[in-house]
């Protein structure tokens, strides 16, 4: 199945480009973004009209700000047709609280909190369509062939499905994305002179000094989170990238994981699947 490309509602897909270091990778991917936002579309169209009571997992992150413009412009003009889910596990930084809610009422999206601590456990790669057991279990021997962009939505009452219609997106995709839409994220994914400490390797972001450890002190380092999650388990890296540009040019140099400073990711091989396994997102 090929997906037509969809404009959207009242922009062009790209605004004028400043950085021309980088304006030769954003032209060639082009094309290539608008089948990836055609593909994303269909899939959120598909689930709203195949389940009864859909909703769209917001982790605040730069996946869930492309997720929600996708969104936005999947069901325009009307507004999107179901709430949006926060997992809040109470370690949130504060400027992603802070973000949610203001943006979120800013462009009129429900939004549902759900106190979730356990929610500090990861995820593992998944199809677009991941059945979930009446338990919330992910089996991966037990998932569903998607063939053909044709996706199995039949379901018992006590099973669900999960859908994740960035599956074929890389993160370069989403940050290109991000800039060709001049989508609003959260700033502490832009470089800038924080307090935090650096703790077994990774630079973790200090609020208050009780967060210190005996034998810490608190320094001005300048960085920027590339990977948003739980404050205890989540650190910066150093950078200069004070802007989307910026940012796009210095993760095409990356050649380690966007969460390779994600503490959770790391403390067991194959933690992720059996994670997913227990019925965690």
Known sequence: ??????????????????DASFAPVLDRRLGHLATLEAESIYILREAAAEFSRPVMLYSIGKDSSVMLRLAQ??????????PLLHIDTSYKFPEMIEFRDSYTREIGAELIVHQNREALKSRAKERIYSFRDSQG?????????????LFNSRIEK??????FPLSNWTELDVWLYIH???????????????????????????????ELLPGERAQRIKCRMRSLGCIPCTGAIRSDADTVPKIIEEMI??????????AIDHDEEG???????????
């Open 73 to 82: 412009k999947a069901f325009y003009p009307g507004k999107i047709p179901f």
């Open 271 to 281: 933690s992720m699947e059996l994670k997913k396994r227990e019925g965690y997102f």
């Open 158 to 163: 006590s099973e669900s499905i999960r859908v």
């Open 253 to 262: 140099s990356f050649r380690r994981s966007e969460r390779e400073n994600r």
């Open 137 to 149: 279990q992910w089996d991966p021997k037990n998932q569903r062939p998607e063939l053909w962009n």
């Open 1 to 18: 199945m090929t997906f037509p490309t969809v404009q959207p509602p009242d922009e062009t897909l790209l605004p004028e480009i400043s």
């Open 180 to 210: 060709a839409e001049n989508i609003p994220i959260v700033p502490l994914y832009y470089a800038r002179e924080r307090q935090a400490v650096v703790r077994n390797g990774s630079i973790i972001l200090i609020y208050s000094p009780d």
